[in-house]
């Protein structure tokens, strides 16, 4: 087990692209951190940077303490678990799991022992005199673990595991691996472009984005205080709606936007007031709108159901409010029945659930 820190890791693919800008991050003794974004944000750059495959172009990267910059990766002893797993076809489960041991040549009996410890954690028992390719996508998954964890590595490192497996499987094996971390409590890296999975296994999540870290915390406070616009909308499915508009300054004050206008209650009121500047973006969450009833006039939508997407206990709604699309979740027992495209809707939200963002430095505002 150990503590990782980055401070002020940079990484450069020649001349034109700085992949990774700047990262700083102390992932403590124990925790799972996901590193979040999508395709080309820097997070496996990073991850290669941890595992000794790259060499930063500035910066530096403490291991309990020691700066590892210069070791090979093979002195490090940081285990990995790549997106495809990597495993042998010619070998055993048994053979794969030796192997690592045999290149640190530890006795047979040492061996034998820790293969048949990690098999019984694992539930691989039955399958240590099979080949890869006559076991399950999960079975292979778990092998793949078993000689990284064998090693009883400092640091653990896994670039997307889940990805190659279908969703039910990858449902299963993401509750495995996070009750196999906090039972080890090995530190972690875990790469994932899926925010539902980094949700579910993170004890600690960062969001990266062009290189950059966008904001680093717990999934809750990622998921209810978004630093910003990039983070609150790559987080949350479906994707938090925005508004743009202007925020009008009369007897009341109101948002008026593309065709939509909205009233705050008098809380919110008091809050927005105060705002320097009258351009906005307004953000709401489509769990976060529920239907609203007809004396409501403050916090409330109204709009023409255009999609409908049924989701087993729970429709997602396309609601076109003026000249913008406003995505609703609702829960089919909580509406009267099931709505049809051209109907109108009313929805509200409470003051809590309204974010507000500066449109030109995209930083949430309230």
């Known amino acids: 087990m150990a503590t990782l820190v980055l401070e002020k890791l940079n990484l450069w693919y020649g001349k034109h692209t700085h992949a990774v ?25 990073t991850l290669r940077m941890i595992a000794g495959f790259v060499r930063p172009t500035s910066g530096k990267i403490y291991l309990d303490g020691q700066v590892i910059n210069d ?66 996508a999960g079975q292979r998954q778990r092998v793949a673990i078993g000689r990284a ?13 889940l990805s190659q497996l279908d969703a039910r499987l990858r449902v299963e ?22 925010q539902t999975e980094a949700q579910g296994l993170a004890d600690k999540i960062m969001v990266m984005h062009q290189g950059r870290v966008q904001q680093v915390g717990k999934p809750i406070e990622i998921y209810e205080n978004p630093a910003n616009l990039f983070v609150a909308g790559f987080i949350g499915m479906p994707a938090m709606n925005f508004l743009r508009g202007v925020l009008v300054r009369g007897e009341r004050l109101a948002f008026q936007g593309n065709g939509v206008r909205l009233c705050f209650s008098r809380e919110l009121e008091g809050k927005l007031v ?38 087993s206990n729970e429709y997602i709604i ?49």
């Open 71 to 136: 070791l090979y990766p093979g002195d490090r002893n940081v285990a990995m678990i790549f997106q495809s797993y990597a495993l042998y076809p010619h070998m055993t489960v048994r053979e794969q799991l030796a192997f690592p041991l045999q290149a640190r040549r530890l006795s047979r009996q040492e061996i034998a022992k820790r293969v048949e410890e990690i098999a019984h954690f694992l539930h691989l028992e039955d399958f240590l005199d099979r080949y890869p390719q006559e076991l399950s």
């Open 21 to 45: 800008r700047d990262v700083d991050l102390v992932v403590e003794d124990g925790e799972l951190c996901v590193f979040l974004g999508p395709s080309g944000c820097g997070k496996t750059s």
């Open 274 to 311: 105060g705002l320097p500047q009258e351009e906005v973006i307004l953000g709401i969450r489509p769990e976060h709108l529920v239907l609203a009833s007809e004396e409501k006039e403050e916090n409330t939508l109204t709009g023409e159901v255009y999609v409908v997407e049924p989701q």
């Open 173 to 194: 094996m993401r509750a495995n691996l996070r009750k196999l971390q906090q039972e080890l409590r090995i530190t972690t890296i875990y790469v994932t472009h899926d």
């Open 149 to 161: 964890l064998i090693r009883k590595p400092r640091l653990f490192l896994m670039d997307e595991p």
């Open 318 to 366: 396309d609601l076109r409010v003026g000249e913008e699309i406003v995505k609703v979740r609702l829960e089919k027992r909580n509406l009267p029945g099931s709505p049809r495209g051209g109907e109108r809707m009313r929805v509200f939200f409470e003051d809590r659930y309204l974010y507000v963002f500066d449109p030109v430095t995209e930083k949430r505002l309230l």
